[in-house]
């Protein structure tokens, strides 16, 4: 690949160029296209570029919500060869998202056909559906032709598009907003008009409000398809501080009762952007994979409300604790996130809080009244300029006529007599007879008399910012009453509801079946059904053999200590079975190709374990501190290469023996170890060569066992290996292995 390529400069001449160089100015302009005119929407509109080309294309269309339906296909086309150069399928794809009442929670197309539903379908094809305005989507758009903001001109310069809309409504809070750009991404779930609408009023009446003053009127998101809103407050409160956080929310059931003590769940509501049908196929698909002992059996009565039945096996169990089985298991319960990463009033992407986003939306709704003041103002200023012109036609207007009638150019003439402007001789001269009647006369001096009144309203209105704030603040009360009300306006997803404390055991996921655990050299792990023999005849790859096998249950947790410290857990359910090779457990876990598994065992409750590494040192550790609930596992002993983590024993005694490479054995009490959650330990023995053989923790009285051959032989008398903690210790008696283990 070259180093240096030849680039055109704007005037057409050639120059060297470093690859590199070319190469991210070009893909900078890309990211930058991307996120400023794709994927994040604009703060004041809550509009991405698509939505606002649609909506100005259907303004220029005359499509109401008074005027009568049109076909997408001609809107589509509009967009796309006017304003909008890419493919039809994405403008309609965005269309349709506009119009679905299920995907926005206050549409702004209003279609008629097929525009898909909650299932997944797809809509019908543009050519068969049809479209047109609605009232919220005016309100986005009132004022735009009164210079209420900028316009630019459209990719061929034949067009003028807005860059952004007016936006009486918050809209962008309201309806929220999803997308991924280059490096960033924004995600913004729906919320409530009416509360949107109370939280900017409140902002207009007290500029210092923070974010726990503002959602005193929000009570976090409402979603077009309603569901349970079960995040606690204190994190709802950060999300909204931050710009970033999520949401968990729950579907609406509710229990209806049968003949003979039968029950079944209804599943009325379900949480935003799942849809129905692979929502009952994953239910379904858990089912027949028995991993939802609980359910017997579901049916799907939907209409065009949701309507899931949910039959459980015996009326024995308890509703929630079936439901709560389901919620961890299934799409029922979704985490929506919040990423108000949005573009700024100068196009600057940037995260912002819930009180920035609304005084965002109310600073532009400021400069909107002023620029439509600005407008209304010299509209009225260029009226009462003609009808003064008008006016004083009529006090002359038989000099007027006399003019008219005998000059030749009567303009200049009129100009010079009467002191009148072009502008006012031009009106002059344009009338009509009719308009010489005295009635006529009586309307522009009552015309004249209404937009002085109203020319002097709008002077003091721009005088006064605070007379500017009330406006607005009369414009969003009349916002509030005009969506906040009524069907439209109602919160849909319920809030204020705590996680229910619904305790659900584990094996309530998982038919328990025995199983035996196989754990090869090489790292292979698989499980055979039932309790098969410890002692018999294993299959392996060539080369390999067995580790570890051991007998459990599909509900038990498996616990894996590995050479690097790290304790890794896994469910007995999830390990492959049959009477194949089974799956590298590498592949199950985060274990790299330098560390080993060093033991694994059922995780049992209430039970320490005597961890220690390879130079001696060690700590107890209580069995839970053992479980990990990622794959990356827990560090639990602190080693550094070459030592490794060598034994993990369960602590049933009171006393430990440990003994090295050396051949020296030591015994101590158990109560001289400390008991840890992490850390590299006390030391247990001292060596001078070598290392760590194997520990064993024991009950004095019983005496110390240990394995020679096929006999276990047991030691009483141990004086004299007892010590302390960190000493060398001594030969071991006579007859014990010399592979210097106790088992």
Same mark, same amino acid.
């Given at each position: ?7 055109? @400069?704007?005037? $057409?001449? =050639? #120059? *060297?160029?470093?690859?590199?160089? /070319?190469?991210?100015?070009?893909? %900078? !302009? ?123 001109? @459209?990719?061929? $310069?034949? =067009? #003028? *598009?807005?860059?952004?809309?007016? /936006?009486?409504?918050?809209?962008? %809070? !309201? ?128 209409? =065009? ?439």
């Amino acid at each position: 690949m070259p180093d240096d390529v030849k680039t055109l @400069t704007p005037n $057409g001449a =050639e #120059r *060297e160029t470093r690859l590199a160089d /070319a190469l991210s100015e070009r893909y %900078l !302009a890309y990211a930058l296209s991307t996120i400023t005119a794709r994927s994040l929407p604009d703060v004041r509109d809550g509009l991405k570029p698509v939505h606002r080309r649609l909506l100005w294309a259907m303004r220029q269309l005359r499509l109401d919500p008074e005027a009568g339906f049109k076909k997408c296909a001609r809107i589509v086309g509009d967009v796309m060869g006017k304003y909008h150069p890419h493919g039809d399928a994405a403008i309609y794809e965005a269309m349709v998202r506009l119009a679905q009442d299920f995907a926005a929670r206050y549409p702004l197309v209003e279609g008629q056909g097929n525009f898909g539903n909650i299932d997944g379908d797809n809509p019908a094809a543009m050519r068969y559906t049809e479209a047109r305005l609605t009232e919220v989507a005016q309100a986005l758009l009132e004022g735009i032709e009164e210079d209420a903001v900028d316009f630019r001109a @459209t990719y061929d $310069g034949e =067009e #003028r *598009e807005p860059i952004v809309l007016p /936006a009486a409504f918050p809209h962008l %809070l !309201a309806n929220g907003a999803a997308g991924i750009a280059v490096g960033m991404a924004t995600s913004i779930p729906p919320h409530n008009a009416g509360e949107l609408c109370a939280a900017a009023l409140e902002l207009v009446r007290n500029p210092a409000a923070e974010t726990r003053d503002l959602l005193r009127h929000i009570k976090g998101p409402d979603f077009p398809t309603g569901g349970i809103l079960v995040e606690a407050p204190e994190s709802i409160a950060e999300a909204y501080e931050t710009g970033r956080g999520g949401f968990r929310v729950r579907a609406k059931w509710e229990v209806e009762k049968g003949k003979a003590g039968s029950w079944v769940i209804i599943i009325t509501e379900i949480p935003y952007q799942v849809q129905k049908a692979r929502l009952i196929e994953q239910i379904a698909q858990l089912l027949e994979e028995k991993k939802l002992p609980l359910l017997a059996d579901l049916r799907d009565e939907s209409t =065009e409300q949701v309507r899931i039945v949910l039959e459980p096996k015996t009326r024995n169990v308890e509703p929630a604790v079936l439901m709560e089985t389901l919620f961890r298991a299934t799409a029922l319960e979704s985490r929506f996130p919040l990423n108000m990463n949005v573009l700024d009033a100068n196009r600057t992407p940037r995260v912002m809080s819930l009180k920035e986003v609304l005084r965002a939306w109310l600073d532009h709704r400021h400069e909107v009244l002023q620029r439509r003041t600005n407008h209304r103002l010299g509209a009225i200023a260029r009226r009462l300029e003609i009808l003064d012109g008008y006016l004083i036609a009529y006090l002359n207007l038989d000099e007027v006529i006399r003019i008219i009638r005998e000059e030749d150019e009567p303009k200049p003439r009129l100009m010079e007599r009467f002191g009148l402007n072009d502008t006012q001789t031009e009106a002059i001269l344009n009338m009509r007879l009719r308009a010489l009647r005295r009635l006529e006369e009586m309307e522009i001096r009552k015309e004249h008399k209404k937009l002085s009144a109203e020319q002097k309203k709008l002077q003091a209105l721009m005088k006064s910012e605070a007379a500017r704030w009330q406006t607005i603040g009369e414009e969003i009360e009349s916002m509030r009453t005009r969506f906040g009300d009524g069907a439209l306006g109602a919160r849909r997803t319920a809030t204020g509801a705590a996680l229910p404390e619904v305790v659900v055991d584990e094996a309530a996921f998982v038919e328990r079946e025995p199983i035996t655990v196989i754990l090869s050299e090489k790292g292979w792990i698989r499980a055979q059904k039932g309790h098969v023999s410890l002692d018999g005849e294993l299959r392996f790859k060539e080369g390999d053999s067995l580790s570890i096998a051991l007998h459990a249950e599909t509900t038990d947790r498996l616990v894996l200590f590995a050479t690097n410290g790290k304790a890794f857990t896994l469910k007995a359910d999830a390990i492959p079975r049959g009477r194949g090779d089974g799956q590298p457990v590498r592949l199950m876990l985060d274990l790299t190709n330098e560390d080993a598994v060093v033991t694994m065992f059922v995780h049992r409750e209430g039970l320490r374990y005597l961890v220690a590494a390879s130079d001696g040192k060690g700590f107890l550790v209580k069995g839970e501190e053992l479980l990990a609930e990622k794959r990356t596992g827990k560090q639990v002993l602190n080693v550094d290469p070459p030592t490794e983590a060598a034994v993990c024993v369960p602590a049933e005694g009171d006393s430990i023996a440990v003994i090295g490479d050396n051949r020296k054995l030591l015994l101590f009490p158990l109560d001289q170890v400390p008991e840890m959650t992490r850390g590299r330990g006390v030391q247990l023995q001292s060596y001078r060569d070598g290392g760590l053989a194997d520990v064993k923790v024991f009950t004095r009285k019983e005496g110390l066992s240990w394995v020679l051959g096929e006999r276990t032989r047991v030691e009483t008398d141990l004086r004299a290996w007892v010590g302390n903690r960190a000493g060398a210790g001594k030969a071991p008696p006579n007859g014990f292995p010399r592979s210097n283990r106790f088992e």
